[in-house]
């Protein structure tokens, strides 16, 4: 199954959004093999963050991700106009595969 | 620069088939997994396959296992995707993707870090 996120956050300028990522104890909670990605509109996904916390070279340390239990996370602060796009979150799983999550609309008001 | 290129992309009745290619350039091919990855119009992004860096192994979401074979040709720097018996639910942008990478010196894998443009199939009557 897919992981949970929520549909939709929105933020204002310079203010910080958490966008949760819920799994289970075979996926998320199992392994530090989470990712996280941004898409705008159009165009391919962007990876952000992998083995949950790391910052690929030139991604913003505005980007931080963690994880609780079977729970991932991603916060952006200092949002800006730019962060408007959509996120998800991904797990390797114990069957050996790869599972998203439904992705979450950031809105920046 | 590292680079992926999908194309076999095409509007196809649903029991046909099509294989997808990926070519790539820029980097050491054979140190890295590659997946696919799709998107149906409007709707999230859905993990397809895999195949390891040497092509020992290859895995399926379950619903185009038995349907859908990832290989990749080392010769040639391509990946591919045969998609057999396609469904109108296979209807999607699917993109090539490499499996981890090397940030600050120190390998990762099991993420997706290099994306393709993607190619879309349609399957439609």
């Known amino acids: 199954s897919d992981l949970t996120q929520p549909a939709s956050v929105s933020g204002s300028p310079g203010q910080s959004i958490t966008i949760s990522c819920t799994g289970t104890s075979s996926d998320v909670g199992g392994y530090n093999f989470v990712s996280w990605y941004q898409q705008h509109p159009g165009k391919a996904p962007k990876l952000l963050i992998y083995d949950v916390s790391q910052r690929p070279s030139g991604v913003s340390d505005r980007f931080t991700g963690s994880k609780s239990g079977n729970t991932a996370s991603l916060t952006i602060s200092g949002l800006q106009a730019a962060d408007e796009s959509d996120y998800y979150c991904n797990s390797y799983t114990s069957y050996n595969t790869w599972v998203f999550g439904g992705g979450t609309r950031l809105t920046v008001l | 620069q590292v680079q992926l290129v999908e194309s076999g992309g095409g509007v196809v009745q649903p029991g046909t088939s099509l294989r997808l290619s990926c070519a790539t350039s820029g980097f050491s091919f054979t140190t890295y997994g590659f997946h696919w990855v799709r998107q149906a119009p409007g709707k999230g992004l859905e993990w397809v396959a895999v195949?390891?860096?040497?092509?020992?192994?290859?895995f399926y979401t379950d619903s185009v296992k038995g349907r859908f074979t990832i290989s990749r040709d080392d010769s040639q720097r391509k990946l591919y995707l045969q998609m057999n018996s396609l469904r109108v639910e296979d209807t999607a942008v699917y993109y090539c993707?490499?499996?981890?990478?090397?940030?600050?010196?120190?390998?990762?894998?099991?993420?997706?870090?290099?994306w393709g443009q993607g190619t879309m199939v349609a399957v439609s009557s």
């Open positions: 993707v490499t499996d981890g990478g090397l940030y600050n010196n120190k390998w990762f894998k099991f993420a997706f870090d290099v």
């Open positions: 195949i390891w860096f040497d092509g020992s192994k290859t």
